[in-house]
Antibody
Framework: DVQLVDSGGGLVQPGGSLRLSCAAS????????MNWVRQAPGKGLEWVST????????YYADSVKGRFTISRDNSKNTLYLQMSSLRAEDTAIYYC????????????????WGQGTLVTVSS | DIVMTQSPDSLAVSLGERATINCKSS????????????LAWYQQKPGQPPKLLIY???TRESGVPDRFSGSGSGTDFTLTISSLQAEDVAVYYC??????????????FGQGTKLEIK
């Protein structure tokens, strides 16, 4: 079965950093573009970032551009999100999500999601 | 970015009755490569991640019951649950994934519709 397991969330002070991970199994990881989508407490879904299957193309929401970096290690079937200069408004559950295709610009149909990891930015 | 607006924000329907959720996009989401509308629906139950129900406006994801159906065109789309079951209580989100081939367009979601039992 296709499975995504998110980890790395926690409590961090404003201005701090955190690295999220998403371990994938059950599919050919390098053939799928991967994404991070977040959900603030009690709120809706917000796309954060996308990386192509090869890792050669990356894309970011304006709200995180310059502060977050998405990456992947296809030898370890793992997706990452390095977050820095964190703000209170970054507080959310972060989900990794798999696309049905490998290209960064191919349709963003998210057919599998991790269980999410909670990031809380507070002093 | 394309803005997605759902209506209503919440909905209470009796068991066995039809539930209808609407979604409107701020511009056309027609994907030129296949002439299909780039619209998906997700279901999110409390404490769980979203689950893909429908994509390309009306294609059901594998394993999704056939009481769920999607329709629409242009900028107006609808998710219909033909006969509400207790396990359908959830928040439903529409999402557009419009893009021009080889050009990145950020996906955006509607604000969600909370579906409850009357």
């Amino acid at each position: 079965d296709v499975q995504l397991v998110d980890s790395g969330g926690g409590l961090v002070q404003p201005g701090g950093s955190l690295r999220l991970s998403c371990a994938a199994s059950g599919f050919t990881f390098s053939s799928s573009a991967m994404n991070w989508v977040r959900q603030a407490p009690g709120k809706g879904l917000e796309w954060v970032s996308t990386i192509s299957g090869s890792g050669g193309s990356t894309y970011y929401a304006d709200s995180v551009k310059g502060r977050f970096t998405i990456s992947r290690d296809n030898s370890k079937n793992t997706l990452y999100l390095q977050m820095s200069s964190l703000r209170a408004e970054d507080t959310a559950i972060y989900y990794c999500a798999k696309k049905t295709c490998s290209g960064g610009t191919c349709p963003h149909i998210f057919d599998c999601w991790g269980q999410g990891t909670l990031v809380t930015v507070s002093s | 970015d394309i803005v997605m607006t759902q209506s209503p924000d919440s909905l209470a329907v009796s068991l066995g009755e039809r539930a209808t959720i609407n979604c409107k996009s701020s511009q056309s989401v027609l994907y030129s490569s296949n002439n299909k509308n780039s619209l998906a629906w997700y279901q999110q139950k409390p404490g769980q991640p979203p689950k893909l129900l429908i994509y390309w406006t009306s294609t059901r994801e594998s394993g999704v019951p056939d009481r769920f159906s999607g329709s629409g065109s242009g900028t107006d789309f609808t998710l219909t649950i033909s006969s509400l079951q207790a396990e359908d209580v959830a928040v439903y989100y529409c999402q557009q994934y419009y893009s021009i081939p080889s050009t990145f367009t950020p996906p955006t979601f509607g604000q969600g519709t909370k579906l409850e039992i009357k």
